[in-house]
């Protein structure tokens, strides 16, 4: 992928609804806060931290 993001980036973000840690879903091209069932995605290499951008976990 020509739009790699940062893997330190990755570390140091946090969830800005439970401030918990993510994890990275490398498939989807995505953040994900299980805390708080979302997912917000990576735009070209650039992670969208915004609950109104981010999607709603099934289940």
Same mark, same amino acid.
């Given at each position: ?25 490398a498939d989807k091209q995505e953040l994900v806060?299980? #805390? #708080?069932?979302? #997912? ?13 951008? #981010? ?5």
């Open positions: 992928m020509a739009n790699q993001t940062d893997p330190k980036l990755l570390e140091t973000l946090v969830c800005p609804v439970t401030r918990s840690t993510l994890s990275y879903n806060s299980k #805390a #708080a069932g979302l #997912a917000f995605p990576i735009r070209n290499g650039i992670p969208v931290m915004l609950v109104d951008e #981010a999607r709603k976990l099934d289940g």
